[in-house]
């Protein structure tokens, strides 16, 4: 499932200080698991980052600090902020806030459900689950179109032998 929330990123832009030097600077919005793995703009996902702290959070291997720095952001354990983004990413699409919420309460405790449910209420109400992939239409393939015909003929080829036998 794929959350898109400019609103919610440009919260994370426009915090006042990197969350994890506390410097004032320029803040970028870092995905702890990225757009590419499954887009979510969600608050647990999320972390405000200067420059030199989003660099060396890329370089190295920092996703265990970023989920350490949110769950103490959100007041939750490392497990439950981890377990509530993988649970988002696992959503199939075209679930209404309504479909989510029921999943999330019978799927996390009441913890973790707090957590989840402030992600839900979050999401943007246009559209809570957009998924802007496009998938190619296909071009009809020489090789296909000649079983589907040969299908097509043992078909018709049986059904005449059994009006024959009839």
């Not at 309460?105 to 449910?117: E, G, H, I, K, V």
């Not at 689950?129 to 040969?150: D, H, N, Q």
Request: aromatic share 6%.
């Amino acid at each position: 499932m794929r959350i898109v929330d400019e609103q919610m990123l440009q919260r994370f832009r426009t915090a006042p200080r990197c969350e994890i030097c506390r410097k004032v600077k320029l803040i970028e919005p870092h995905h702890i698991h990225t757009r590419g793995a499954g887009r979510l703009d969600i608050s647990c996902n999320l972390i405000s980052l200067c420059r030199e702290c989003h660099s060396c959070i890329d370089n190295a291997h920092g996703k265990a600090m970023c989920l350490a720095y949110v769950a103490k952001r959100e007041g939750h354990a490392i497990v439950d902020v981890e377990g509530v983004i993988h649970w988002f990413r696992s959503l199939p699409k075209g679930l209404d806030r309504e479909a989510i919420t029921r999943r999330a309460f019978n799927y996390f405790d009441p913890l973790a459900f707090s957590l989840a449910l402030k992600a839900i209420e979050a999401m943007p109400d246009q559209s809570p689950v957009a998924s802007p992939i496009r998938k190619r239409k296909r071009r009809p393939s020489p090789i296909r179109e000649r079983a589907k015909a040969a299908r097509a003929a043992a078909y018709q080829r049986a059904k005449a032998r059994k009006k024959a036998k009839a």
